[in-house]
């Protein structure tokens, strides 16, 4: 288990990327940096190729679409800029307005694989509208290219969608995130929002699911914990796993485990805490155990970590609120 329990304290304030000059994405003792991102809030990796999509947060309406890949850690923003012409599926978005014209701010992702180097990639977007926006994700050239291809509108009642997941037949699972009070929700290409029964949680946020879509795994940001719902089950089982941090995004592991990162802005009244701002632990899905991985107290560079994956021998954790690179860890 790697533990980083480092100097510097934990900034909440959002700078913009002119705040810190370049220079500073240098090493921060064992903690390496990936550069040229802003806020990458969520990160996800490409099947089969050395890339993976981050999202990056310029503003509460506004931000990019980043490759970056995990080779030589060069970064090439995929959208809005150098993104293929919009081509709408209006059978299968049949709801969508059509292209979002004054942009969005990207947030959640997930994808769904496809054939011949061709996903299908969902981005969470705040800003003009709520909703999933949906892209061709063509990994054939040189970096990965985006073709926005539709969009999900949330579902009516909703406060703020998180973190998305596919399911099987084309569905989408979708978390409201709401601390006093949240859900989740399906999207369905033929029958549009349900809310998935016994759902209701404090500060559901981030999302994964088994691949037969039988389960649920949601990170309970109010609650801090792993949290474990069956779906199609009657009666719903439920169970979690204390983390002892506010989970932000799951991820699976390449060893069928769950990454859970987050971070600790704030100690609760009746217990004291120690403030970090990333924390990441492994959690088996079966067993429920949970293994501490990274204890992280940011710097002046990286401010709040939000997700976690693996590269290789590292684990990857993408920040927000003036984290202006993808921190790595070693395993």
């Known amino acids: 288990m790697s533990r980083y329990i ?26 390496q940096f990936v550069c040229g991102t802003t806020n990458p809030e969520d990160l996800y990796p490409i099947p089969d190729t050395p890339w993976l999509i981050a999202s990056g947060r310029v503003s509460d309406v506004d931000g990019p679409i980043y490759a970056v890949n995990t080779r030589d850690y060069s970064v090439q923003i995929v959208f809005p800029e150098g993104a293929l012409a919009p081509a709408h599926d209006t059978v299968t978005y049949r709801d969508c307005p059509g292209p979002n014209s004054s942009g969005f701010q ?83 290409p033929t029958n549009a929002w349900m809310q998935v029964p016994g759902s209701q949680m404090r500060g559901p946020n981030g999302l994964v699911s088994s691949a037969d879509g039988n389960w649920l795994y949601i990170g309970g940001w109010s609650d801090r914990a792993l949290i474990r719902l069956s779906r199609g089950q009657v009666p719903v089982q439920i169970d979690s796993a204390e983390v002892g941090f506010n989970v932000d995004n799951v991820r699976w592991a390449t060893d069928g485990k769950l990454v859970v990162a987050g971070h600790v802005t704030r100690c609760n009244d009746a217990s004291p805490c120690e403030l970090a701002a990333a924390r990441v632990a492994k959690v088996d899905p ?23 994956i693996e590269v290789g021998d590292e684990i990857w954790v993408g920040g927000i609120r003036g984290s202006l690179g993808i921190a790595r860890f070693p395993q």
């Not at 480092?6 to 903690?31: K, Q, R």
């Not at 977007?125 to 050239?141: K, M, P």
Request: overall charge negative; aromatic content about 10%; proline content about 5%.
């Open 106 to 188: 990207p947030h959640g992702l997930t994808l769904r694989e496809g054939n011949a180097g061709v996903h299908t990639l969902y981005v969470v977007g705040h800003g003009e509208r709520e909703a999933i926006e949906v892209f061709n994700l063509d990994v054939g050239g040189s970096i990965p290219s985006l073709q926005w291809i539709g969009c999900i509108i949330a579902p009516e009642g909703s406060r703020r969608i998180n973190s998305i997941s596919v399911l099987p037949n084309g569905v989408i699972a979708a978390t409201n995130f709401d601390p006093a009070g949240g859900e989740l929700w399906e999207w369905h």
């Open 286 to 308: 079966d067993t429920l155990e949970v293994q501490q991985l990274v204890d992280y107290k940011g710097n002046d560079f990286f401010k709040l970590g939000t997700v976690a």
């Open 6 to 31: 480092l100097c510097c304290s934990v900034f909440l304030s959002l700078f913009s990327i002119n705040a810190f000059p370049a220079e500073t994405c240098i090493p921060d003792g064992e903690v």
